[in-house]
C-alpha cells in the first residue's frame, strides 16, 4: 500500500505516517538498497557533502531550509548558504537542507514509503519544528505543495494545528506579494531573513509546550513578520485584523550595514555540479539604476556596499575552505560595486599562481565594464552579457534604463576588438507604451551590431551573437506595478514580427508567452489564488518552471473552477489611488515614488541614478540620504 499519491487524501497520509512510523535509519538504509540505485543523480538525496553540518546532540529546535527545485538550482542559491550556517551557528539549533526531488525520485518515495526528509539526518521533515521555504519565483509555488504533499504535511495552515506539525514558512522576493499563497504559511517573513529568523527560534524555544496560536501572538508584532491567519480582506483588499494588535501594514526588515551581515567562513561544496558551480561572494546588495521593471532594484534597496578589507577575508575564507577554482563576485548590478577594480586585482594578483578565475554575472553596457572582463580573461574565450532591455531609444528612456544606442553600439565595437566574439544579449517585450516600431527595434540594433562586426572584417565563422527575449511581466513594488501585460496572442504576434525581421546570424530565443502571462497574475494577484493553486497541484501542475512541465490546460481548468481566468487576472490595471493587494507590505519605497516614476515613464522622461542624484524615493524616512561609503 502506497502513502502518497496524487489523490491521496491529508488526513489519511498522517494517519499511515504514524502507523509506520519511519526512523532515519529505516529511511537511509531504504535509500540506499532499494531507491538509490534506479534514480538519476543520486547525490542530489544523500547529503553529506564538504561544509554539511552533523546535527547537534543538544538539539531544542529542528529548521529545515527547503527550496522549492532541484538539488543543483537551490544548491547554487546564495542566501541558502548563509541561513544554513548561520542557524547552525545558534546554540541548540540544527538546521538542514530539503529539496524538490525528480519525478523518478518521487515515485520510488511514493513506491517505498519514504517520506522527504533533511539531507543532514533523514528525518523526515514532518518531525522538524520548522519548515521553511525559498520563493524566488512565483511559478516554484506548486513545487511547495509537492514537497508539503511528499512529506505528509497539510496544505493549508488552518489544516495544522497547535504543533502537531512543524510551522511552515515562506520568505524570498516573491514574499513582497506573499497573498496569493498566503493560506500555504503560517508565517511569512518579508525582507532579509537573517534578521528574523534567529529572533523567531528563540521565542520558540520560550513557547515549546504552548499553543501554536500563542506562539504566533509573541512573534507577530516582530518587524518583517506576517501572520496571514490573523487577517480578513475583503474584494477591494482593505483588511482587518482578527488578531487585537496585530498590524496592518508589514514593514520589510533589512541589515543597513552590509558589513554587518552574516557571512559564513566555509561553504557547501556539493557532490555534483551545479547551476552555478563555483564561489559566490556577494559584494552589494540593492542596485542604484533604478529600471523601472525590476522588482529587486527596488525591493533590495538602499545600495550597501561592502567594506574591501572584509571581502578580502571572506573571498580567502571560502577559496580555502571550498577548493573551487573559480568565484563569482556577485550582486544585482557587481560593476556598480565602487571597489570592483580594487576587488579583480586583488583576487588575480592573489590568487594567480591558483589559476582562479573570475566570474562577473552582471555587466554595465559600458568601457568600464569590459575592460574589467578584459583584464581577467587571461587567454580564454569568455562570453558577454549585457542587457540593454529595448531597441529604440524611446523605450529605454521609458524603462529608465539609461543607456543610448551609441553606448551599446560603442562597446559592441569595443568588444569585438579586443577578441570577444561570443555576446548574448537580453530584451524584453511588451513593456508599457510599446509599439510594432519598438518591437523592430530590437531587429534594427542588431543588423547593427552584426555589420560593425563585418565592418572590422573578423572571422564571420567566429561570431556567435545571440539574444533572448523575456515577456514583460508588471511586479509588485515597481513603477509598472498599475500597468496590464499583453496578453498571449499579443506577445505571440510581437514575437513572429521579430524572428521574421531579424537577421538570421542572431541566434534568437524567447520566453514562452503563456507561463509569462500567468506569472503575472500570480504577481498580481491576491487571496483568490489560495485555492486556484491547491487544485493545479491535484491535477498535476509542479514543476512548472521546467520548460515541458508546463500544464497550461490545467491551469486553466484550475481556475475556471474557481471562477477565474488568468488570462484577466494578467491584464487587470490599477489606478495610482487604488488599493492593491500588497499595499500593506511597506518595502521602504514609497507609493508615491513609485505613481511619480510611472507618470515620468508615460512621459519618456529618466532618473538619474543613485550615485548621481538622490530620486526620494522614500527608503530614508528620517530624510537622510544614502551613505555609499565602503
Given amino acids: 500500500m502506497r502513502i502518497f499519491s496524487f489523490k491521496t487524501k491529508f488526513s489519511d497520509i498522517i494517519k499511515l505516517m504514524n502507523r509506520i512510523n519511519i526512523t532515519p535509519t529505516q529511511i ?43 538539488y543543483e538550482v537551490g544548491m547554487s542559491h546564495m542566501g541558502l548558504k548563509i541561513m ?15 529539496f524538490a526531488p525528480w519525478e523518478d525520485m518521487a515515485k520510488l518515495m511514493r513506491q517505498y514509503n519514504i517520506p522527504l526528509y533533511g539531507l543532514e539526518s533523514f528525518t523526515p521533515l514532518i518531525n522538524f519544528d520548522f519548515v521553511g521555504f525559498s520563493i524566488q519565483y512565483e511559478m516554484c509555488i506548486t513545487n511547495v505543495l509537492y514537497m508539503l504533499d511528499l512529506a505528509g504535511i497539510p ?17 524570498g522576493p516573491c514574499t513582497v506579494n506573499p497573498e496569493p499563497f498566503c493560506d500555504i504559511f503560517d508565517i511569512i517573513i518579508i525582507g532579509e531573513g537573517e534578521v528574523v529568523t534567529p529572533k523567531l527560534i528563540e521565542i520558540y524555544k520560550e513557547y515549546k509546550g504552548r499553543t501554536k496560536e500563542e506562539y504566533l501572538k509573541a512573534i507577530m508584532n516582530i518587524e518583517g513578520v506576517y501572520i496571514p491567519s490573523f487577517y480578513s480582506v475583503d474584494e477591494n483588499n482593505s483588511r482587518t485584523a482578527l488578531v487585537e494588535g496585530a498590524p496592518l501594514e508589514i514593514k520589510r526588515t533589512y541589515i543597513p550595514d552590509m558589513n554587518e551581515v552574516y557571512y559564513p567562513e566555509d561553504t557547501l561544496v556539493p557532490f555534483i555540479e551545479t547551476v552555478h ?45 571550498s577548493g573551487y577554482e573559480e568565484i563569482s563576485l556577485s550582486s544585482l548590478s557587481t560593476t556598480d560595486y565602487m571597489a570592483c577594480t580594487d576587488a579583480i586585482s586583488y583576487i588575480m594578483e592573489e590568487y594567480d599562481n591558483d589559476k582562479v578565475s573570475i566570474s562577473l554575472p552582471s555587466l554595465r553596457i559600458d568601457s568600464f565594464s569590459l575592460g574589467l572582463v578584459d583584464s581577467i580573461q587571461k587567454g580564454r574565450t569568455i562570453p558577454l552579457t549585457f542587457a540593454p532591455e529595448a531597441g529604440s531609444q524611446r523605450m529605454r528612456d521609458i524603462i529608465n534604463k539609461n543607456v543610448t544606442e551609441e553606448d551599446i ?10 577578441g570577444f566574439t561570443k555576446i548574448k544579449l537580453y530584451f524584453m517585450m511588451g513593456l508599457p507604451y510599446e509599439t510594432d516600431e519598438d518591437v523592430l527595434a530590437i531587429a534594427e540594433l542588431m543588423q547593427k551590431i552584426v555589420d560593425i562586426y563585418f565592418e572590422l572584417k573578423l572571422r564571420p565563422k567566429d561570431l556567435s551573437l545571440s539574444i533572448s527575449v523575456a515577456c514583460f511581466v508588471p511586479k509588485p513594488h515597481t513603477p509598472f506595478e498599475f500597468f496590464a501585460q499583453d496578453s498571449k496572442e499579443e506577445f505571440d504576434r510581437k514575437q513572429r514580427l521579430l524572428i521574421e525581421n531579424v537577421n538570421r546570424k542572431v541566434r534568437l530565443t524567447y520566453h514562452d508567452s503563456s507561463l509569462s502571462v500567468l506569472e503575472a497574475a500570480f504577481a498580481k494577484g491576491g487571496r483568490n489564488l489560495n485555492d486556484v493553486i491547491i487544485t493545479a497541484y491535484e491535477k498535476g501542475c509542479y514543476f512548472d518552471s521546467w520548460g515541458d512541465y508546463y500544464k497550461e490546460d490545467m491551469w486553466k481548468e484550475a481556475f475556471s473552477a474557481h471562477g477565474l481566468d488568468f488570462a484577466v487576472l494578467a491584464k487587470r490595471e490599477y489606478d495610482y489611488e487604488e488599493v492593491t493587494p500588497w499595499d500593506f507590505v511597506d518595502i521602504g519605497v514609497s507609493k508615491k515614488f513609485l505613481v511619480r516614476e510611472a507618470k515620468k515613464a508615460e512621459q519618456q522622461k529618466t532618473t538619474k541614478n543613485c550615485y548621481e542624484a538622490c530620486s526620494d524615493c522614500g527608503i530614508n524616512k528620517d530624510g537622510g540620504k544614502c551613505n555609499f561609503e565602503i
Avoid at 44 to 56: A, D, F, H, L, Q
Avoid at 409 to 418: K, V, Y
Fill in 28 to 70: 537511509k538504509d531504504t535509500l540506499y538498497t532499494q531507491i538509490l540505485p534506479e534514480v538519476f543523480k543520486p547525490a542530489r538525496y544523500t547529503g553529506g557533502e564538504i561544509g554539511s553540518k552533523i546535527p547537534k546532540e543538544d538539539t531544542e529546535v529542528r529548521f529545515a531550509f527547503t527550496f522549492p527545485d532541484t
Fill in 84 to 98: 544554513y550556517c548561520l542557524l547552525n551557528e545558534m546554540q541548540g539549533v540544527t538546521c538542514e537542507r530539503a
Fill in 155 to 171: 496544505f493549508r495552515s488552518s489544516e495544522r494545528n497547535d504543533f502537531d506539525y512543524p510551522l511552515i514558512i515562506a520568505g
Fill in 277 to 321: 558551480d563555483r564561489v559566490m561572494i556577494e559584494i552589494m546588495r540593492g542596485c542604484p539604476r533604478g529600471c523601472r521593471f525590476c522588482q529587486a532594484g527596488f525591493i533590495y534597496r538602499p545600495v550597501r556596499q561592502k567594506r574591501l578589507d572584509l571581502l578580502k577575508k571572506q573571498i580567502d575564507d571560502q577559496l580555502t575552505s
Fill in 409 to 418: 553600439l560603442s562597446t559592441m565595437r569595443q568588444a569585438f576588438e579586443n
